[in-house]
């Protein structure tokens, strides 16, 4: 069973940057041709999505963030990485990690999140 | 525009049936994607495609799409089903990902 988990600095000082790892086991990423994202959510909101990362390292971003946001993917370790600099109480939410599983019917080729972390929670505070 | 569009909040009474919907022009050309998320827990996959549930997702729920309207059904809304619900798609460049604002559905 694939399973996420995300790991990191629980308080950010404004300004400075962002750093959370996504440990990925049960399964390789190197050896499944699957994109890996971030997505977070501010307290009492909605999802937001960061970006997509293959495991070759392209990568896509939210344009509102694309300033501020790496992602990267270690596949030494089996993990998948985020930086986001600059930050500010904005910047407040639940980071999760998941996968973009890839899934075909008549009609296409699908790829939701399929599989996903339990979410680290950041607050940025001085 | 690039945005998607949910009402905050619907109810149902238990075992009735409920549609939330997300509104976008994205979905004119792509399938919304939908999830329910519980207090305090990750996101869940319960509908991709034109109307797909994964292995484990009962069959209270489907998915439909008519123009710039996606919806979620749930046919005989149980107690458990009360969560938030959350659709998302691409923009219109295909590369991006947006998720609607979120659906409080509560079961009454």
């Known amino acids: 069973q694939l399973q996420l988990q995300e790991s990191g600095p629980g308080l950010v000082k404004p300004s400075e940057t962002l750093s959370l790892s996504c440990t990925v086991s049960?399964?390789?990423?190197?050896?499944?041709?699957?994109?890996w994202g971030w997505i977070r959510q501010p307290p009492g909101k909605g999802l937001d999505w960061i970006g997509n990362?293959?495991?070759?390292?392209?990568?896509y971003y939210n344009p509102s963030l694309r300033s501020r946001v790496l992602i990267s993917v270690d596949t030494s370790k089996n993990q998948i990485s985020l930086k986001l600099t600059s930050v500010t109480a904005a910047d407040t939410a639940v980071y999760f990690c998941?996968?973009?599983?890839?899934?075909?019917?008549?009609?296409?080729?699908?790829?939701?999140?399929?599989?996903w972390g339990q979410g680290t929670r950041v607050t940025v505070s001085s | 525009s690039s945005e998607l569009t949910q009402d905050p909040a619907v109810s149902v009474a238990l075992g009735q049936t409920v549609r939330i919907t997300c509104q976008g022009d994205?979905?004119?050309?792509?399938?919304a994607t939908w999830y329910q998320q519980k207090p305090g827990q990750a996101p869940v996959l319960v509908i991709y495609?034109?109307?797909n549930r994964p292995s484990g997702i009962p069959d209270r729920f489907s998915g439909s799409s008519s123009g710039n309207t996606a919806s979620l059904t749930i046919t005989g809304a149980q107690a458990e089903d009360e969560a938030d619900y959350h659709c998302?798609?691409?923009?219109?460049?295909?590369?991006?990902?947006?998720f609607g604002g979120g659906t409080k559905l509560t079961v009454l």
């Open positions: 998941a996968r973009l599983g890839e899934y075909s019917d008549s009609s296409g080729s699908y790829f939701p999140f399929d599989y």
């Open positions: 049960g399964g390789s990423i190197s050896s499944s041709s699957y994109y």
């Open positions: 990362i293959y495991y070759t390292g392209s990568t």
């Open positions: 994205s979905l004119r050309n792509y399938y």
């Open positions: 495609g034109e109307n």
């Open positions: 998302k798609s691409r923009d219109s460049s295909g590369n991006h990902l947006m």
